[in-house]
């Protein structure tokens, strides 16, 4: 059975129906992707998965439990991380803060009100250790605004991860990025498999027939066809389809 | 219900005077995202200017100023009301001016700023006119009182509402029915239509923000003889305005008019029974809308809100 | 633009120099301030204001919310002692105790209406509710005096087993906030540099992640918000006592304009030490620009004025960039100042 699940998923926003009705299901270990044309409703989709929208209609679960209609810091309290496209990090900050705080070990020590942060030989090996999977520990005491485009793609992906998740969604992670990073990043989450669930969202094809285990493809608002990459590219509906040409 | 009458009538009058305040403070938030704390300020600026025009102090002994004092109220008071709001937008400019480097910053700034101007407007009024209260001289045509609904009202109270209903009224129709209206619409939230039509969103925003000011010193002339004028009646004057766009959404200009209605109403019905709390209820109103409802009235999504 | 991450250095010094320097300076200014051409008195209202200022720039420059209402509490706080001292008993103790306690229940009260808002909503709300309290304190004349205010306020003394210390001199009453202030410093600093005071920066730059990393940012706004008011309940019950009076002209829309500035000029959005430059920069302009010319005011709101145009990291902005010109350029570059 999926460790995540969503049945029957409508979201409007006032008149205009943005996901009509989608089940999706994910599978533990595996990479799953959600690809279609700009403006299908993939990102909405996103947002309701990770707890931004509520939806109108349709359950969510998640390991067995109803997680349908929570908030978004319940649902990351469930181990659901997610990334974002447009990319939030907070840009003050030192890259290692990025990480820190969203650090479990930071949470449960959110109350502390007296001892700095940084004296905290657990935390700051905490959040190295993350920098490291994803390779920015040398820049871990520059200030997040001065890293490359890659290296905040990177980063982000790092805030996510840093949560210790069972369940990792990357939305749009290639946005924005030229070849080098993008085979940079592909490498990246092609090591992070073994140890998380991760959901992808993209539009650049390639990208997740190289990764995905699993691929749903979503078209006004329903999931149009779901397989392989390798029953994708044979599918007459996806070819039939805006996404056809890469097939 | 009978004895309410005249407090309802009195708040609705009030409630239009509001609106007339008001309407500049709309205009520039709902087309430039910039709380103008200085509103209230240009608002006083306004009708000390309409105070030396009409009295003309500084040269009051010359052949000039006396050939001034010798015309008619009314031709004065006409003249006070066409050139004190201008003078007032001028002000407004400069203040647009100053308020450039903090385009595309946080909002913040922006009030920071124009708190900061009406901070200077308040001291330079002071060193200007002095620190005591003023009286602006009305046309007698317009003074005294009358009977109506059983109780005693000022005369002045009922032009002061006729010509509030007039201005807003005329704004609206200018927003509406006219071309410009339109740009200014458009305004901060499509600068790509402003260009698109061909005009510049630098001069737009400093005739804006003119005309936001003019309308101010405009509300001040027309406001004093009723309030009395003083160096910090802008103070006094701004919350209330700045209340009434939050309750009746940042932007909307029908949100603003419904909202002084609805602030007058209520400070002139409370008036009746806790003459002492009039002025509270608009804060209580304000606390009690945004409890419920986060944007006001009629409020739409705004940057002013990150 | 340097920010408050860039020049509040991520320290891990136990005892830090910064607030070694401070409290020297703070427990000698009684010896420096005749020499300097000023009287005792400033240097109690000095500090007094400085605590003020702390507490509010942890909502302010740190949590990012905008609270235009804020002598609000300060004002609660100065009631609360005075009425103590008129009504339960001449206690100094129980005085400063009631006046934390009813501005944290008033700024309690308040956060839990406005955290659900952000942005201009809810600076306008900060200021609706500031009206609402100056507006009481003016008109519950049985309570608070009315516009008089409470006068006659006594300064109980000082009561240690075997040992009383009165504090009707100034400079008695100087060390007793001097030693307050020390406190309040320190203990902000470890506040604004702990978990709890990250979370608060992670508001202020991104509140929808902060929540997606799992915190109940309602929650967290409602404790700055209560923890600031605690602060500035604090303030307000030694300026009671300073004043020997509490009136309601400090929470006047103006007034809480003036903490705001103050908190801005003196650089309190990029440096923990922002509001205490701010706070000594407004009464030195005060009494050396107040001797001068009566319009001082005036030029204190141009140099605000033109201070937001141009340089909104305030003083403690300027001196990290004339410190950074002199030491390490390439840092500076590194901050992209």
């Not at chain 1, 998640?62 to 181990?79: C, K, M, N, W, Y």
């Not at chain 1, 942060?117 to 001065?146: I, R, T």
């Not at chain 2, 609106?19 to 300020?41: C, D, P, Q, R, Y």
């Not at chain 3, 915190?215 to 923890?227: G, L, N």
Request: hydrophobic share 50%.
């Amino acid at each position: 059975m999926a460790v995540f699940e969503a049945t029957g998923i409508h979201k409007r926003f006032g008149s205009s129906v943005v996901l009509e009705k989608i089940d999706l299901q994910f599978e533990t270990g595996q990479i799953s992707g959600i690809m279609g044309p700009n403006g299908a409703g993939k990102t909405t989709c996103f947002n309701v998965l990770t707890g931004r929208y509520k939806p109108d209609r349709g359950r969510i679960r998640f390991e067995d439990a109803d997680i349908t209609g929570l908030s978004p810091q319940q649902i990351a309290h469930r181990g659901i991380s997610r990334s974002f496209q447009i990319m939030n990090l907070f840009d003050d900050s030192a890259v290692i803060e990025n990480i820190m705080i969203a650090l479990p070990q930071f949470y449960g020590d959110r109350k502390n009100i007296f001892r700095s942060a940084f004296d905290n030989e657990k935390l700051v090996g905490g959040a190295m250790a993350v920098l490291e999977q994803v390779g920015l520990s040398p820049k871990a005491w520059e200030p997040s605004k001065s890293l490359s485009y890659g290296d905040r793609r990177a980063l982000e992906i790092g805030v996510a991860l840093a949560a210790n998740p069972r369940i990792l969604f990357l939305d749009e992670p290639t946005q924005g990025l030229g070849a080098n990073a993008t085979l940079k990043l592909s490498n990246l989450i092609n090591e992070l498999r073994e140890r998380y669930t991760i959901v992808i969202i993209e539009h650049d094809m390639n990208f997740l027939f190289d990764l995905a285990d699993k691929i749903s493809v979503i078209h006004w608002g329903q999931v149009i066809a779901e397989g392989s990459p390798f029953e994708l590219r044979t599918n007459k509906w996806v070819q039939r389809s805006a996404l056809g040409e890469v097939a | 219900m009978i004895q309410l009458l005249p407090h309802i009538f009195n708040g609705l009058t009030l409630g239009l005077l509001f609106a007339l305040i008001a309407l500049g403070f709309t205009l520039i938030v709902g087309v430039m995202e910039v709380i103008n704390l200085a509103h209230g300020s240009l608002f006083a600026l306004g009708a000390y200017f309409a105070l030396t025009l009409i009295g003309v102090d500084p040269i009051a002994d010359t052949a000039v100023g006396r050939w001034w004092l010798d015309q008619a109220i009314e031709i004065r008071y006409l003249t006070a009301l066409v050139f004190a709001p201008l003078l007032a937008g001028l002000v407004g400019m400069i203040l647009e001016i100053c308020l450039r480097p903090t385009y595309g910053k946080a909002p913040l700034y922006g009030l920071l700023l124009t708190f900061g101007a009406a901070l200077v407007i308040e001291e330079a009024i002071r060193v200007v006119w002095g620190s005591g209260e003023q009286y602006l001289q009305i046309p007698p045509a317009i003074n005294g009182a009358t009977i109506f609904l059983g109780t005693i009202f000022s005369k002045y109270k009922f032009f002061a509402a006729a010509f509030s209903a007039l201005a807003v009224i005329g704004v609206w129709l200018f927003l509406e029915k006219t071309k410009y209206g339109a740009i200014i619409k458009a305004g901060a939230h499509d600068s790509e239509m402003v260009r698109a039509l061909g005009y510049d969103l630098t001069k737009l925003r400093l005739f804006v923000f003119g005309f936001g000011a003019a309308l101010a010193g405009l509300a001040g002339i027309i406001m004093v003889p009723i309030w009395g004028l003083r160096p910090h009646v802008g103070i006094d004057v701004v919350i209330p305005a700045f209340l009434i766009i939050a309750l009746g959404g940042v932007g909307s200009f029908e949100g603003a008019i419904v909202a002084s209605l609805l602030v007058g109403l209520a400070v002139g019905i409370t008036g009746a029974y806790a003459s002492a709390w009039s002025m509270m209820s608009m804060y209580i109103l304000l606390i009690l809308v945004l409890g419920f409802r986060a944007r006001g009235l009629f409020g739409k999504a705004s940057a002013l809100e990150n | 633009m340097i920010t408050l991450s860039d020049i509040s250095p991520q320290s891990r010094n136990r005892v830090n120099p910064q607030l070694l320097t401070a409290a020297v300076l703070i427990f000698s200014a009684p010896v420096w301030l005749p020499a300097i051409g000023l009287y005792q008195y400033i240097g109690l209202e000095i500090a007094i204001w400085i605590i003020y200022a702390m507490g509010f720039n942890l909502l302010f420059g740190y949590t990012g919310l905008h609270s235009f209402g804020h002598g609000a509490y300060l004002g609660v706080g100065a009631y609360a002692f005075g009425l103590f001292q008129h009504n339960i008993a001449v206690n100094l103790l129980g005085g400063l105790l009631a006046a934390v306690a009813a501005a944290a229940i008033a700024g309690f009260l308040v956060a839990l209406f406005l955290s659900h808002r952000r942005g201009l909503y809810y600076a306008l709300l900060t200021i609706a509710f500031g009206q609402v309290f100056w507006f009481s304190a003016i008109k519950l004349r049985w309570l608070t005096g009315g516009e008089d205010g409470l006068l006659n306020i006594p300064r109980p003394p000082i009561e240690l087993p075997g040992l009383s210390i009165d504090l009707n001199d100034n400079v008695t009453l100087y060390y007793l906030v001097a030693v307050i202030l020390l406190a309040a410093l320190f203990l902000l600093w470890r506040l604004d540099h702990s978990p709890f005071g990250r979370v608060l920066q992670a508001i202020r730059q991104n509140e929808m992640r902060t929540r997606f990393a799992g915190y109940d940012v309602w929650r967290f706004k409602v404790s700055a918000f209560t923890i600031s008011a605690m602060f500035a309940g604090l303030a307000g019950g030694l300026f009671a006592m300073a004043q020997q009076s509490a009136y309601p002209d400090v929470m006047a829309v103006h007034q809480s304009g003036l903490i705001v500035m103050m908190v801005l000029v003196g650089g309190g959005l990029v440096n923990f030490w922002g509001p205490v430059y701010g706070v000594i920069i407004y009464y030195i302009a005060r009494d050396f620009l107040g001797g001068i010319t009566e319009t001082w005011l005036l030029w204190y709101g141009l140099m605000f004025v033109i201070m937001v145009m141009y340089r909104p990291e305030g003083v403690a902005g300027m001196l990290h960039m004339v410190k950074g010109r002199f030491v390490k350029p390439s840092k500076l570059k590194q901050l992209g100042v």
